[in-house]
């Protein structure tokens, strides 16, 4: 311990004197008994005397493990404030200091600071009093490392097995390290025992620090398979709180014996074990041992096994499967360790579906007469399940069976005729076979005429288009007792009909006559005759429109007048008609049977002079 100054030696001398009998201390010292802070921090001391002494010395001491006391720093009173000095900081970086009210501070604590600190208080006569503050610095340890058991382990050991080690480093103080299995804390004790236990080892850093390793031993079973394990880290913190940190999980690979095997028809079988034929099938083999085991994949052919293959992945593809392969598949799992009474070899049937190409008793064209009766086609099927056979026609449904019968043939009954058969159990096997009907007979007509515009009745001049549709076969012939026929749009009524029209204007002599359509094939031939009735004159109907073009062109005449006057409106006498004035003397009055009227006579002068009399024209006005 370092030698204290002179004044510090006056005043422990007061102090001696007031430890003597018949003296008695009265001074008394209030610190924090303990103070906790997280390594990194800033920690402080806090030393108070309770009685305020006009005159004292304060210092601080740390005491080490063997209890031993070194002199950090004094405080002494100075007018309103304390004077601290920092008298040895053990080699601490930063340095210990003291603030003005006398505590004693320690920045970016470390795990050295873990001590306790004496703060005594001299107060001479007043006599002397000092007090510990225990300080505790929690470090968070590291992230929680765990490193599982990478071989391969048995459940057939009766005995417990390393699992993994999990390690915590850099905590203070020592973390808690605990073991989970399926997120469910596993007890297991310190001790060695067979069904299992864990080891630590504690290691103190050179930084002050501890790091923790524990690994556990279990007693596995296959159950553990698919377990999930982890382990976590418990650490504390400052007032008594707690931190915890997992673990990533992580699981065990395991050799159990196998117990059980399946073996089944992959995708694209059906709910009842067909296969198609032309179709990949794989046959799917699986034992619930492990590590992976060998399968032997074979055939029975009379009782004979006939190896087809032989893998690790328990999956046998058979590629464009034919129904000769139809037959037992067998597979078996190689697996030693497994118990005797365990069976390993399984079998299934396979069945491969398919339906052979659909023989008709017809061509592709069966030519049949109008009105025949009794006419039969039969569709040929043949496959395994046994196909189920239905007849369409333009898609509609006809029937079902291989007998198609056809009756009271109409040309409505031509067309398209598809047998199908498909097999009920099989998705997608299906084949189809068609062929087409055609009906022959002498042609069926059909004729459409154009309403008359106004009434029942139509007016010469008036345009109709005439229009004859037939069908029949061979294909109708189509003609007109008139000429400039051109094709026509089918009728909607369906495909086999053939059309032609006709547009004409509509007179007296074609309504006697009437107009003719006529169909025909090799077969006979319908004609059809368009009639008109009575057909109405149209000489009416032409005065009423002479006598409205003289009507229009006289109102045509009067508004050019109106707008000429407008035109002149302002000129003297205008739009007025000259009165007769006085003839001058000398001028004989010409009479009324003479060649020329008088408003001949003005007009024939206005119109060549352009208005000798009275400056006006012929007119005697100008309009």
């Known amino acids: 311990m370092e030698p204290p100054d002179a004044r510090a030696?006056?005043?422990?001398?007061?102090?001696?004197?007031?430890?003597?009998?018949g003296a008695q201390a009265e001074v008394h010292v209030s610190v924090t008994p303990l103070v906790e802070g997280m390594r990194g921090e800033r920690i402080t001391l806090d030393c108070t005397p309770l009685e305020k002494p006009e005159h004292f010395v304060l210092e601080w001491f740390l005491i080490d493990a063997s209890g031993a006391r070194y002199h950090l720093a004094s405080v002494e009173p100075q007018g309103s404030e304390l004077l601290g000095t920092i008298h040895d900081s053990r080699g601490r970086r930063p340095p210990y200091q003291v603030d003005s009210l006398g505590r004693l501070v320690m920045d970016d604590a470390q795990v050295a600071d873990d001590r306790d600190y004496v703060c005594v208080v001299k107060a001479g006569a007043a006599g002397t009093s000092e007090a510990t503050s225990r300080v505790r610095v929690f470090a968070k340890p590291e992230a929680t490392e765990v490193s599982p058991n990478k071989g391969t382990l048995s459940v057939m050991e009766d005995f417990a097995q390393e699992i993994a080690t999990c390690s915590s480093h850099n905590g203070n103080p020592v973390s808690q390290i605990t073991w989970y299995r399926n997120g469910k804390r596993l007890e297991v004790p310190m001790e060695m025992n067979p069904k299992g236990y864990m080891t630590s080892r504690m290691v103190q850093e050179a930084s002050g620090l501890y790091s923790l390793t524990s690994t556990l031993y279990l007693r596995l079973y296959k159950a553990d398979r698919n377990a999930n394990f982890h382990c976590a880290a418990h650490y504390h913190l400052p007032s008594g709180q707690h931190g915890r940190l997992d673990s990533h999980t992580f699981r065990l690979t395991l050799h159990y014996p196998t117990e059980h095997v399946q073996f089944w028809v992959g995708s694209p079988s059906t709910t009842e074990g067909w296969v198609r034929e032309g179709d990949a099938v794989q046959l799917l083999c699986q034992g619930d041992g492990s590590p992976s085991l060998e399968y032997t994949f074979f055939r029975l052919q009379n009782t004979e096994e006939k190896r087809l293959n032989v893998n690790l992945e328990g999956n046998l593809t058979l590629e464009g499967v034919r129904r000769s392969q139809s037959g037992t598949y067998g597979c078996r799992v190689e697996d030693y360790d497994a118990a005797e009474d365990v069976?390993?070899?399984?079998?299934?049937?396979?069945?491969?579906?398919?339906?052979?190409?659909?023989?008709?008793?017809v061509g592709e064209e069966l030519f049949v007469f109008l009105n025949s009766s009794h006419t039969m086609v039969n569709c040929s099927a043949s496959g395994l399940p046994a196909p189920t056979?239905?007849?369409?026609?333009?898609?509609?449904?006809?029937?079902?069976?291989?007998?198609?019968?056809?009756?009271?043939?109409?040309?409505?009954?031509?067309?398209?005729?598809?047998?199908?058969?498909?097999?009920?159990?099989?998705?997608l096997l299906s084949h189809t076979q068609s062929f087409q009907l055609v009906v022959q007979g002498s042609p069926e007509l059909r004729p459409k005429e154009m309403e008359p515009k106004s009434g029942d009745s139509w007016t010469e001049g008036d345009e109709v288009k005439l229009v004859c549709s037939a069908r029949g076969y061979p294909e109708p012939k189509l003609t007109w007792s008139q000429r400039s026929a051109t094709p026509a749009e089918p009728p909607f009524e369906g495909k086999g009909w053939v059309s032609s029209s006709l547009t004409l204007k509509v007179t007296s002599a074609l309504s006697r006559e009437g107009v003719s359509c006529e169909a025909s094939?090799?077969?006979?031939?319908?004609?059809?005759?368009?009639?008109?009735?009575?057909?109405?004159?149209?000489?009416?109907?032409?005065?009423?429109?002479v006598m409205a073009v003289a009507v229009s062109v006289g109102l045509l005449l009067l508004v050019v007048a109106a707008f000429y006057c407008m035109r002149r409106k302002g000129r003297p006498g205008c739009c007025r008609r000259t009165e007769k004035g006085a003839l001058p003397p000398g001028e004989p009055e010409l009479s009324h049977s003479g060649s020329e009227r008088p408003e001949q006579t003005g007009l024939l002068m206005g119109g060549a002079s352009g208005g000798v009399r009275g400056g006006s024209g012929g007119f005697g006005d100008e309009c």
């Open 521 to 545: 094939n090799t077969h006979g031939k319908i004609g059809h005759v368009f009639h008109f009735g009575s057909v109405a004159p149209q000489t009416a109907q032409a005065g009423v429109a």
């Open 389 to 427: 056979v239905r007849w369409t026609k333009d898609s509609v449904p006809l029937g079902d069976g291989p007998v198609l019968s056809l009756s009271s043939i109409t040309f409505d009954s031509a067309g398209t005729y598809v047998c199908e058969a498909s097999s009920p159990t099989v998705p």
């Open 9 to 21: 030696g006056l005043l422990w001398l007061a102090f001696l004197l007031a430890g003597h009998p």
């Open 343 to 361: 069976e390993l070899t399984k079998t299934l049937e396979l069945r491969v579906a398919y339906l052979d190409p659909l023989e008709l008793s």
